[in-house]
């Protein structure tokens, strides 16, 4: 039977990228060893990590006037690093909040600096909204501005960028990195923890301008300073050396399918395969308004609770997994990130509608 995988994080990945993985685990490069068991500073992960940072810039168009960065720590580690760095003049940090990740990030930020949060959440018409971004009123000054672009728990996406005069506009798309084409260039810094759509956990991508590099920010931990990781190539110590060279492997293959743009086609026809079949259906019901609902993650309600653990074992059985809500906010939420093919949407729809049938 084939499993599809829904879960949000850690979450499925390309089986074409595992497949390699495991035929190459024990003998790398022909190297008669791993990959997880060469140096790090060894020419065949030199030249790998290069690639790697390459393939990225290619696939998202990063100029030269950014930084990449291949750091430990996920995004939470981001939500340290970014106060910690940023943080100039005793100006405060600027959290758009929209959901449960956002709100972390200002909760963090707050050990560090003054943590303005702004919370743009609405209800319009009993559902979930975002005040759009063109009403957003921000502060003159600011040492940046953070927000998340795709809110994994709430299942809500800003579409459109906001800016700013003066601060940095910072974004953590930890669940929507290289799932749709964005402009680098309206972005200051973009991170995004790797295990949703681009490897395993643990590695953490930073695209930074490198102009920031220049702020002294606050005293911090090496392994989060910026200017130091660029300085050392991204390897002040250790790196998480697998999961680098998986997110290696998956760069590739996007590229090799047609890249970034490719992928957001993609994920538009299976966003919009199981938000159609929601929102026709009596029976289920998604609570976020359409023009900011997530391409990557869709929370999903049944019309009555009681029917849930039912839901969820029988649709294990059928072989579609993790589709348990977040304990914080209930229900159901299917992740649907670059890795899930539309086979498994069409799949999940199908049964969606047979227990909806059967439960009615
Ligand atoms: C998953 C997630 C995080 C946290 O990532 P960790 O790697 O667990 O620290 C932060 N922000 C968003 C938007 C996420 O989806």
């Known amino acids: 039977m084939t499993v599809y995988n829904f879960c949000a994080g850690p979450a499925m990945l390309p089986p074409d990228v595992m497949k390699k993985a495991q035929q190459e685990f024990l003998d ?15 020419k065949p992960f030199l ?21 990449v960065l291949f750091m430990h720590g996920g995004g939470r580690g981001q939500f340290a690093a970014v106060p910690l760095n940023l943080s100039e003049d005793g100006l405060p940090g600027v959290y758009i909040e929209n959901g449960i990740w ?12 003054e943590a303005q949060g702004i919370d743009i959440r609405n209800d319009v018409d009993g559902k979930f909204s975002i005040t759009p971004v063109s009403e957003w009123t921000l502060p003159e000054a600011a040492s940046f501005i953070h927000y998340c672009p795709n809110e994994t728990i709430d299942g809500i996406e800003i579409f459109d960028v906001p ?19 964005i402009n680098v260039n309206d972005f200051d810094l973009i991170y995004a923890g790797a295990q949703k759509n681009i490897g395993p956990s643990g590695l953490c991508i930073v695209i930074i301008k490198k102009t920031l590099l220049a702020r002294k920010g606050l005293v911090k931990p090496s392994i989060l300073d910026y200017a130091l990781e660029a300085q050392q190539g991204s390897m002040y110590n250790t790196p998480p050396t697998f999961a680098w060279y998986l997110a290696a492997e998956v760069f590739k293959y996007l590229e090799s399918i047609g890249g970034v743009k490719e992928m957001e086609a993609r994920n538009r026809e299976k966003a919009q395969i199981l938000y159609d079949y929601i929102d026709q259906s009596d029976f289920y019901s998604n609570k976020v308004a359409v023009h900011c ?27 579609l997994v993790a589709l348990e809500g977040h304990r914080i906010v209930g229900g159901m939420r299917a992740s649907i990130y670059n890795a899930m ?20």
């Open 47 to 67: 030249a790998m990590v290069k690639e790697c940072e390459a393939s990225l810039r290619r696939l998202m168009n990063i100029s030269d006037e950014y930084e």
């Open 341 to 360: 093919p539309i086979e498994g949407v069409q799949a999940l729809v199908a049964f969606m509608e047979q227990f909806a049938k059967e439960n009615s």
């Open 293 to 319: 609902r997530s391409l990557m993650n869709v929370p999903f309600w049944l019309k009555d609770d009681a029917l849930n653990e039912a839901f969820l074992s029988q649709a294990e059985q059928a072989g």
């Open 163 to 181: 800016s700013h005069p003066t601060a940095p506009i910072v974004a953590d798309m930890s669940s929507n990195i290289l799932s749709r084409e």
């Open 102 to 113: 956002s709100k972390g990030a200002t909760s963090e930020g707050a050990k560090y600096l």
């Open 28 to 42: 790398w490069q022909g190297l008669g060893v791993s990959v997880m068991e060469v140096s790090h500073r060894s």
